[in-house]
């Protein structure tokens, strides 16, 4: 029920490529969120893996005022 935007990204960090998954979404007010989630690369397909990412997209909540 927010406006919001999901990004995707690949990049080279320490020598590892990583993968990223980005939301960023606005709450009102003038104030939004970030939230970013980053795997090597090569695991972001492991059924670990996406349930993780699963629960962390549906059970983050914004904070009350």
């Given at each position: 029920g927010r406006q919001a935007a999901d990004m995707q990204w690949v990049e080279e960090v320490d020598?590892?490529?990583?993968?990223?998954?980005?939301?960023?979404?606005?709450?009102?007010?003038?104030r939004g969120y970030s939230l970013r989630w980053t795997t090597p690369a090569a695991d972001w397909n492991d059924d670990a893996n996406q349930e993780a990412l699963d629960?962390?997209?549906?059970?983050?909540r914004v904070p009350s005022s």
């Open positions: 020598g590892t490529r990583v993968r990223t998954f980005g939301r960023g979404f606005l709450i009102g007010e003038g629960t962390f997209l549906r059970t983050f």
